[in-house]
């Protein structure tokens, strides 16, 4: 395996007429394949790792998220159309006298297209929605295949929740959710009517512990 990383800026131009009738295209020959062969449930994605981890002066979590690529999915991924994942964790303290308050929330966007000139797998990753109308700063890795590009969204490494002074480093556990999902509203319009009650894009984990903040390294 080899990755490259960089940070860039990132814009894309609106797509075409050409180009929009060739995803239409495609999304029907894929919705058709879809349909014409017997429908195989996928395995649903789940959160199996979940820890806070502080360091001098901050918190961050780490997840890892197990789920396999469903046929469909590839497939489009082939056709190079981009995917979007997005990771979202919300920190709680626990109040006695009332409901739980939030002191913290991030999220993490991330980004994974084919690209057919160097046929590698480049991965986006920001902390902002990653979207066709909107510049962005993104941090970049490029990957010789798909395993590997696959691997690295499921592992979230270093999701910083805040400072450590504004969230407390006391020792009583904290309550966390984790989110993470397959963003099925970024993809072309097109794909966007075909997923509709298809359950190999319904790829979403969520996850609640009450955690320890654990010593980072």
Do not use: C
């Amino acid at each position: 395996m080899t990755t490259t990383a960089s940070s860039t800026h990132s814009s894309k131009k609106p797509l075409s007429a050409d180009r929009r009738a060739a995803l239409r295209a495609v999304a029907a020959g894929l919705l058709v394949a879809g349909l014409g062969g017997v429908p195989v449930s996928a395995r649903a994605a789940e959160v199996t790792q979940l820890h806070l981890e502080r360091d001098d002066d901050s918190i961050y979590l780490n997840a890892l998220v197990d789920f396999e690529l469903p046929a469909l999915v590839g497939e489009v991924l082939d056709k190079g159309i981009a995917l979007f994942f997005v990771a979202e964790a919300e920190l709680f303290r626990e109040r006695w006298y009332w409901t739980d308050r939030k002191v913290a929330q991030a999220s993490r966007h991330m980004r994974l297209a084919y690209q057919p000139l160097t046929r590698r797998w480049r991965l986006n990753v920001s902390p902002q929605p990653i979207t066709n109308a909107r510049l962005g700063v993104a941090f970049n890795q490029n990957f010789d295949e798909l395993a590997d590009a696959l691997d690295a969204i499921k592992r979230i490494g270093r999701l910083r929740l805040g400072d450590l002074g504004e969230i407390g480093d006391d020792n009583a556990p904290h309550p966390v959710t984790f989110r993470f999902r397959l963003d099925v509203s970024q993809l072309p319009r097109p794909f966007q009517i075909g997923v509709v009650g298809n359950n190999d894009w319904n790829m979403v984990a969520e996850r609640s512990a009450r955690l320890p903040l654990e010593k980072g390294p």
